[in-house]
């Protein structure tokens, strides 16, 4: 095996990114030596042989040099690192020895089979430390040391059924112990696996470059720094030593060779459950990189004289797609429904776009950008006087491309930008480990935080990007499961459905929001829209937390999961700086409505995270590039298709024949109406191209009541579109969880999980967004 492949192998999973870059050092020698191999060939060319030789020679200096470097870069990481993960647990070491010395205190009991006595002349717990306390460095002083190794013999005795605090204190005494020992002996190996690997990559390093700087690295340099010294190595010796005896105490009335067995014995299960772990990862890895390109589908070979032409399936059904699509554009063009030609064409436009969007013949962003092609060459657009002139292609154009950039575009951009910067600098992730790290390993609960904590992601980093970042924060409770366990599929269908929750949580969390803001006058405030959505969002979640219980009933297969582990890591000025620009503009965006003279729209504020994250260099041109520009595209193709509609006037004619049908429903029941409208066209298709498609006719039908409701029921129908995630194709998340695959490539879910669970999902998210959330926006003022 490599020795690049033992370190992934035998590194604690937790730690990889602070071991020596082996693979990245190898790299960089074999970079060294194809430039010597090319130096040496101009060095021939210049001529005299002590030329060369010099330049041979400084040549070799330079080598050493840029090698060097690397390996001071890697040794100080190694170095900060171990510094402070003994801090963290020589702390936890005194703090045991603390608890030692309390539980000897208290006063002598029975014996029982968790009474700890000891063979001294007494009965009580005799526990006394060789080493001082020791001064803690300054960004460890306040650490608390999370339990988060929990093994499998300790964690199946429960404190609650011992009946006693005092069995109970020692109980906890031992998981403590146990886990120290662990973390104490990680990192003592931790050590040892870098110093091989320092030795190693030296080794090959002078081999390659005929150079001779492992004797003098290892010994001058790697050796005098504080984790490789042997002093250090003794410290740590005697710590492992001295939890070896507190376990003694604690669990084997002082019998040290037992303890030393039983702790050896954790440490064996851990280590196996790691390497396990990592093994599943590197079998998953493989089996992706052998499986590109692979496909289930058999290909349908269609010969004909000017050739044979192969496609399979999904293929050829896009192609009868698209051809039934044109067809029936061009019937539409040529029949008169509405009586006006400007109409008639819009009308054809809008159900061609339809039928593309809701099959997915091509990207929803190229339909997006052909609806103005079509609006400009078929001119359906009027002029906004009394007499309603058709426009030229000129003045159309003029028209529809002023339309489609927008305030709402420059919000959903500054949105992106806030988004960027929460994932490029980890707080978002950081945020939701802390989160999920204080969930506890009960199932149940696990569950719960994680639709929460997707929730709250999806409102602030949009509900594209939040199942992407808690399919990932959950892998390691994946990895740890049986493969036929219940609670995979019920945590991931979990983590969908609240993404698709969170999706109304704010004004940014998804596009549709932005399609809605732009059809209510005037647009509501964020604190507005908060207090709707957020209660909305809670209790929609506990019903269908409630709801995967009884559908899955994990527990009944799996009572204990591996927790996930806080981040340790120090908050550095530029997340705070991130995070003072985001709640900066967030309570701006709260208040857009008071300062209406200074900043006229939403979208002028969302300027500012896009100066202070771009001009200070946070974000670059690249974070620019890859924002989803193909959702800002879909975007500007509904609003263009938006401005068609109304300026053909085919939305006041439509909403003019549903008026007639809704004529003496009250507000609440039109909501009834369009809702299950909405809810069945978004489960079919895109949430965004159902908002585009409904939610200009929703606002004028509101606006022809005899009171104005159109507030009301734009933002009603947009939570609708949310709550449609009855199928795996309805939406991004349930798409992404549809596509989580365990290490062998075998699909969590299937379409029976999403009709089984995701349907009875939408209907109750739907009810409550109609009840609860009706009543709410009255409260409000919609």
């Known amino acids: 095996m490599k020795f690049s492949h033992q370190i992934q192998f035998n590194a604690v999973p937790d730690w990889a990114d602070y071991y020596l870059p082996y693979s990245n050092l190898k790299k960089l020698i074999y970079t060294i030596e194809k430039d010597q191999a090319h130096q040496s060939l101009e060095d021939i060319e210049r001529g005299p042989s002590n030329e060369r030789t010099a330049l041979m020679s400084g040549q070799e200096d330079g080598a050493d040099r840029r090698f060097t470097e690397a390996l001071d870069k890697a040794l100080d990481k190694i170095v900060k690192f171990y510094t402070k993960k003994e801090a963290e647990l020589y702390q936890e070491m005194d703090r045991l020895l603390v608890d030692y010395e309390a539980l000897d205190q208290q006063p002598p009991r029975p014996a029982s089979p968790l009474t700890l006595t000891s063979t001294g002349q007494d009965d009580h717990l005799q526990v006394t430390s060789t080493f001082p306390r020791r001064e803690l460095l300054p960004d460890t002083a306040s650490y608390d040391m999370p339990a988060n190794i929990v093994t499998q013999n300790v964690a199946e005795i429960d404190p609650e059924q011992d009946g006693d605090h005092h069995d109970s204190g020692l109980v906890d005494l031992r998981k403590r112990t146990v886990e120290l020992f662990v973390l104490l002996s990680e990192l003592k190996s931790f050590v040892a696996l870098n110093l091989t690997a320092f030795s190693k990559i030296l080794k090959k390093f002078d081999k390659i470059t005929n150079s001779n700087l492992k004797r003098y690295y ?42 030393i067995d039983e702790l050896k014995a954790h440490l064996r299960e851990h280590i196996v459950w790691e390497r396990n772990t990592v093994w599943r990862d590197m079998v998953g890895q493989e089996r992706k990189v052998q499986s590109v390109g692979v496909s289930d589908l058999k290909p349908i070979i269609l010969r004909t004289p000017c050739g044979s032409f192969v496609f399979d399936r999904d293929q050829l059904i896009q192609i009868l797609v698209l051809l039934a699509s044109i067809l029936i554009f061009y019937s539409l063009l040529h029949l008169n429904l509405f009586g006006h030609v400007e109409q008639n064409r819009c009308f054809a436009i809008l159900v061609f776009a339809s039928l593309l969007w809701a099959g997915e013949v091509v990207p929803l962003f190229v339909t997006g950008l052909l609806v103005p092609f079509l609006v400009v060459t078929l001119q359906v657009m009027r002029a906004e006087d009394e007499a309603h002139t058709r426009l030229t292609a000129a003045e159309a154009t003029k028209a529809v491309f002023a339309s489609m950039f927008s305030p709402v575009i420059m919000l959903l951009l500054g949105g992106f930008a806030i988004a960027g910067a929460l994932s490029k600098f980890g707080i978002a992730k950081s945020m939701a480990t802390f989160v999920l790290s204080k969930a506890g390993t009960r199932p149940n609960r696990v569950l719960l935080v994680n639709m929460l904590v997707a929730t709250v992601a999806s409102m602030w980093i949009s509900n594209v990007a939040a199942p992407v970042l808690c399919f990932s924060l959950i892998q390691p409770i994946l990895r740890t499961l049986p493969v036929d366990s219940r609670f995979a599929p019920c945590l991931i269908m979990g983590i969908a459905l609240a993404s698709n929750l969170g999706g109304m949580a704010s004004p940014i969390s998804s596009p549709q929001n932005i399609i809605a803001i732009q059809n209510m006058s005037p647009p509501p405030s964020w604190l507005e829209w908060f207090m709707v959505s957020i209660p909305l969002c809670l209790v929609g979640n506990g019903i269908i937390w409630m709801y995967l219980l009884w559908s899955y009933a994990p527990e009944k297969q799996t009572t204990h999961i591996h927790p996930i582990r806080a981040s340790p890591e120090p908050v550095s000025w530029t997340q705070i700086y991130v995070v003072l620009v985001t709640l900066a503009t967030i309570a701006l965006w709260c208040l857009a409505h008071s300062y209406e003279d200074i900043f006229g729209d939403m979208g002028v504020i969302a300027i500012l995270p896009l100066v202070a994250f771009f001009g200070t260099g946070l974000l670059t041109k690249d974070d620019f590039n890859n924002f989803l520009w193909n959702v800002i595209m879909l975007a500007m193709g509904g609003i263009a298709l938006g401005k068609a509609v109304q300026s053909s006037g085919l939305l006041q004619t439509i909403a003019e024949h549903i008026q007639i049908y809704v004529q003496g429903y009250s507000a609440f029941e039109v909501l009834m109406v369009f809702s299950g409208l909405v809810l069945v066209i978004a489960t079919f298709i895109s949430h965004t191209v159902a908002a585009l498609i409904v939610l200009p006719i929703v606002a004028e039908v509101g606006n022809r009541m005899e009171e104005s409701e159109a507030r009301l029921l734009v933002l009603g129908a947009c939570f609708v579109c949310s709550c449609a995630m009855g199928l795996a194709v309805s939406g991004f998340p349930n798409m992404n969880a549809i596509a989580q695959e365990n290490e062998l490539g075998k699909p969590y879910l299937s379409s029976k999980d999403f009709i089984r669970n995701g349907i009875p999902s939408s209907i109750m998210a739907t009810a409550c967004v109609t009840t609860l959330g009706y009543l709410l926006m009255r409260l409000v003022g919609f």
Do not use: C
């Open 218 to 259: 290892l010994s001058s340099v790697v050796q005098q720094t504080y984790p490789f010294k042997s002093g250090t190595k003794t410290t740590l010796n005697s710590r492992i030593q001295e939890t070896e005896r507190g376990y003694a105490l604690l669990a084997t009335n002082n019998q040290l060779d037992q303890a």
